[in-house]
């Protein structure tokens, strides 16, 4: 027993002199906290982009996996997974170094920070003296802090071990073949460690930050220090959390339009210039803010009795509010501007009238004069920290851009992104370096002069915002430049509220909630929550119609196949006789925001023009062979330039070149969000309206009417899906489903012949004005109402004659590859081909299908799943049922175009061996995938380019495989590198496919 004793007390000796260490430690890097907590973010958003190209970049076949895939304590129990992971690993060597140095940075700055944070607690403990009631208990707090020390030390060492052997794991696996021969013992066990040491420190965090925590919310004084200071910053905490919020919410597929965003600007000096220094003075209007608020938070408004003649004025302010909001609800020439009325004047009525009659009783109103001064002071941390976000949040956008455009894209960083990240690293140093040291003001009460102005810079900025401006505004400042600046134009604003509600005293009711200060920014928050309640007319929403008197024109899908048969309307007569097999083409493009938009129209041009061609030849005019094109959400947008370009005769501007997100985010902060409070009924002028403007600014073609867009262009079908009955709402020129109006989702519109046809509710039934006239609709009004994805979009209006509304969504919500109105309208003219291909009057009719999928499809396998607890699996079958309900379309729309096609060449008798269904889509290879959103950086373009072939690159492919043959990959026995196998597998199969798609039209 003597010897246990002995260990445990030198034991205990080590903990407090490791203790006294960090301690001695903390007190030399305490001045510099804010400079390792950016440096800590920094390499947290480095690391974790090297990770995810561990993971893009993989050999064929290999199991897909980053860093987290291999050192994590699951691995003590599944280490054939950490090999496989680490033997799919395509030249990881870079990627591995980087990661070991960066995480060395990351884990260490990390401890630092937790030191700082138990440090801090430490000193809390020690301020209430040996007289304070509690120091027994805070004694023994501060013992059970000297633990946690010791585990950070022993996390840091674990974390260095794992992430050591790790990379060691990795670089063997390079050379050694850790599947067989004599390694894979060895190799099994190094995993087994790798999980066990993860273990230890995942244990160690967990010994490490628990008692901090425990500590930290078991001691009131403790806790009323950090809220006092969320208090009194509320309107800097609330902008802080949408800044945070956009950086970090933006996760998976859509996350890359963070980097590619950032990209966009860095190709703009201007945009650069005006995004940093909108950030610069954010901060400084931040920290400016922040001190005043605090200074007004410490002081106590002037609260007086409230009195019966007061609660009386209230009185009938609250009944004057209410009978001007009903009157005005009741007058038919004011039936436009009845949810604006009821929003404004009946909700703040009824608030003041609940006011009167909760706080007439004598004992409520003398609540408030007993509201005493705040309970702590607030840490002048917070409002440092929260001034800095603007800056920090724009350089760690930044930062990751150019990781994963290093790490993960093949294309390197263009200079002005890193001239722009030295300058806002300057910046922020600076900015953090003047302001830290400075003391918080003394508190001194807020004056409505000083609330006032605050609110009308505000205001007068938000309404400028508002303007019509023409699109070309917003899209030169760039959606970096406008999130800035509309977090300048909140903090403002919010600011004003915060100053207005600590000026402005909590009297009568609302004193027995406990409040001390008046919750403006809850209450307009509630206000416009109730107003959007009330508004059931919605007119705000409504989709953009064209001017009264036009009306939608559509033809039957047989009607249209007897026209594209007879040649009406083509250039030219059909050239095809008896025996000729003539290709019916049909198109589905798959969304995807504007990487749909833009792989259309590039796969476009390969397949009917001379984009994959290497000779300087004119377009071959294989138009007048496609039939019909189906697009959902981004892929409508792009056979909707398509049509524009085809018809008008023009060449393709330069789309894509243009930032289409930054006016969708101007209209959303300076018209949609105000506009939840106020109800004004201005159609025409929301986010999705803005993002119309900037597509037709930049195609003029765009805003002509949808019907403009029939002619020996195809036939489309823009599909959307209705949000009442989660059918598919199709736009489209031609009709495919019977005369009805109503779509229940299970067998309405459905056309009787083949099992395949899915439900649709005819969209052009849908363009009437509220007086019932018959109207029409824009091609990119069209187009954007199939891309309707929140909150980029919000749900469209549309009404039919008869007065009947629908709302509509994303086209992906219910099918995202285009495929069921190719079922439809397929069956729809199936008798008809049948009848005219017996005939062969102007050739056999073979129906072909080009699918254009913009998902990158991976060139790995996944790891299997666990299985499901079995609480959750009724809702994961739910949820990967409608995951993959769009694959099913698709299946289905391929399926009867083969049964289709054979069935004409049995007809015909024709000896036709191409392929009847083909597929463009991209692959994730070398981690290159372009985003979701509406922008396009031009590096992301030039990727998405070198996906597609050209006659040269075709030529030189070894193994190339015939098109008339097959059209999947051929074997390659050459020797190139891991890395570009995948994309050169991909390449040939892509020459195989376009070759297939050419051979169908002459």
Request: hydrophobic share 50%; glycine share 10%.
């Amino acid at each position: 027993m003597g010897g246990w004793v002995v260990v445990w007390r030198r034991f205990r000796a080590l903990v407090t002199w490791g203790d006294e260490v960090f301690s001695a430690a903390v007190q030399i890097v305490l001045p510099y906290w804010s400079a390792a907590l950016a440096l800590m973010l920094s390499a947290g958003v480095v690391i974790g982009r090297i990770d995810s190209a561990l993971a893009a970049r993989h050999r064929l076949d290999a199991l897909a996996g980053g860093f987290g895939a291999v050192a994590s304590p699951v691995r003590l129990l599944t280490p054939q997974t950490s090999l496989d992971v680490v033997t799919g690993w395509a030249d990881p060597a870079g990627l591995l170094w980087s990661y070991l140095a960066v995480d060395l940075i990351l884990m260490t700055l990390l401890v630092v920070l937790l030191l700082i944070v138990r440090a801090t607690v430490q000193r809390q403990l020690a301020e209430g003296g040996s007289q304070d009631p509690e120091a027994p208990r805070r004694a023994a707090a501060a013992q059970a802090l000297g633990w946690s020390g010791l585990a950070l030390g022993g996390y840091w060492v674990a974390d260095l071990l794992e992430t050591a052997a790790t990379v060691g794991l990795g670089l063997w696996g390079e050379d050694v073949d850790l599947q067989g021969g004599t390694a894979p013992g060895v190799a099994m066990l190094a995993a087994r460690a790798i999980g066990g040491v993860s273990l230890l420190k995942w244990v160690g965090l967990v010994l490490a930050v628990v008692p901090v925590l425990l500590v930290a919310s078991s001691f009131r004084s403790l806790r009323d220090r950090a809220l006092t200071g969320l208090g009194a910053l509320r309107g800097n905490v609330l902008v802080g959390i949408v800044l945070v919020a956009l950086f970090l919410a933006l996760g998976g597929d859509i996350g890359r339009q963070i980097d590619d965003v950032f990209s966009h600007a860095a190709q703009s000096p201007w945009k650069i210039v005006l995004a940093t220094g909108l950030a610069t003075l954010t901060s400084w209007v931040m920290l400016r803010g922040g001190m005043r608020c605090v200074a007004a938070f410490r002081c106590t408004p002037a609260v007086s009795a409230v009195t019966a003649p007061r609660l009386r004025r209230t009185l009938v302010a609250g009944v004057v509010l209410v009978l001007l909001g009903v009157s005005a609800v009741l007058v038919p020439a004011l039936e436009a501007g009845r949810a604006t009325f009821l929003a404004l004047l009946l909700v703040p009525g009824v608030a003041l009238l609940l006011w009167t009659a909760l706080s007439w009783p004598s004992q409520v109103r003398g609540l408030a004069l007993h509201a005493g001064a705040p309970r702590a002071d607030a840490p002048a941390a917070w409002v440092w920290l929260l001034a800095a976000l603007p800056l920090l949040l724009l350089w760690l956008g930044l930062l990751r851009a150019i990781t994963t455009t290093w790490a993960v894209n093949e294309h390197p960083p263009g200079a002005g992104m890193f001239w722009w990240a030295a300058a806002l690293g300057v910046l922020l140093v600076v900015f953090v370096a003047i302001n830290q040291g400075r003391d918080l003001a003394a508190g001194t009460e807020p004056g409505w002069t000083e609330v006032a102005a605050w609110l009308a810079v505000s205001g007068v900025a938000l309404g400028v915002s508002a303007l019509p401006f023409p699109a070309a505004v917003w899209t030169g400042l760039g959606t970096v430049g406008v999130v800035v600046w509309f977090a300048l134009v909140s903090v403002c604003g919010l600011t004003g509220l915060t100053l207005l509600g600590d000026r402005w005293a909590v009297r009568g009711a609302l004193a027995i909630t406990r409040v001390r200060r008046m919750p403006v920014i809850l209450g307009l928050v509630l206000w416009g929550l109730v107003a959007s309640t009330i508004d059931t007319d919605g007119r705000y929403y409504d989709v953009e119609l064209l001017d009264p008197g036009r009306a939608s024109t559509q033809v039957s899908a047989e009607v249209a196949f007897t026209r594209w048969y007879v040649g009406e309307g083509a250039p030219s007569a059909p050239t095809y006789g008896p025996g000729d097999v003539r290709s019916l083409v049909l198109v589905a493009s798959s969304g995807g925001g504007v990487r749909a938009a833009f792989w259309t129209q590039e796969v476009w041009d390969c397949a009917f023009g001379a984009g994959c061609s290497d000779a300087d030849q004119a377009d071959r005019d294989r138009m007048q062979d496609v039939f019909f094109a189906s697009g959902v959400s981004g892929g409508a947008v792009g056979l909707a330039l398509v049509a524009a370009h085809e018809r008008s005769g023009q060449e393709p501007a330069t789309t894509f070149s243009h930032d289409f997100l930054a006016p969708a985010v101007a209209a959303l902060f300076a018209r949609d969000l105000p506009n939840s409070l106020l109800r004004l009924p201005l159609p025409g002028h929301d986010r999705s309206a803005a993002l119309g403007d900037a597509f037709t600014e930049v195609e003029p073609e765009l805003a002509r009417p949808l019907s403009w867009a029939a002619g020996h262009t195809p036939y489309l079908a823009l599909n959307a899906t209705s949000v009442e009955d989660g059918c598919r709402f199709t736009l489209s020129t031609l009709t495919q489903a019977s005369p009805q109006t109503r779509c229940t989702g299970v067998l309405a519109d459905v056309p009787s012949h083949g099992p395949g046809a899915a439900p649709v509710r005819q969209g052009n039934r849908y363009l009437c004005d509220r007086d019932g006239v018959p109207q029409e609709v824009s091609l990119a009004t069209a187009a954007l109402v199939s891309a309707r994805f929140p909150f980029v979009s919000p749900t469209g209006t549309l009404r039919n004659c008869q007065g009947e509304e629908t709302f509509v969504l994303d086209g992906g919500m219910f099918d995202n590859s285009g495929g069921s109105s190719v079922t439809n309208v397929l069956e729809a003219i199936g008798p008809r081909m049948e009848n005219v291909n017996k005939r062969q009057t102007f050739g056999c009719v073979v129906p072909r299908l080009l699918i254009i999928d913009s998902t990158f499809a991976p060139t790995a396998s996944t790891e299997p799943d666990a299985r499901p607890l079995q609480t959750l699996g009724p809702g994961l079958a739910v949820g990967a049922f409608y995951g993959n309900r769009s694959d099913r379309e698709l299946v289905a729309a391929a399926r009867t175009v083969e049964d289709a096609a054979r069935q004409a060449k049995d007809d015909c008798g024709a000896g036709d061996t191409l392929a009847n269904v083909v597929t463009i889509f991209p692959v994730a290879a070398g981690g290159a995938a372009a985003p979701l959103g509406w922008t396009l950086a031009q590096s992301t373009q030039a990727t998405m380019r070198e996906q597609l072939p050209t006659e040269t690159n075709c030529q030189e492919l070894p193994g190339q495989v015939p098109a008339a043959t097959s059209t999947g990959p051929a074997t390659d026995s050459t020797d190139i590198s891991p890395s570009e196998q995948g994309r050169e597998e991909h390449l040939r199969r892509l020459c195989a496919d376009i070759q297939a798609v050419h051979g169908w039209l002459p």
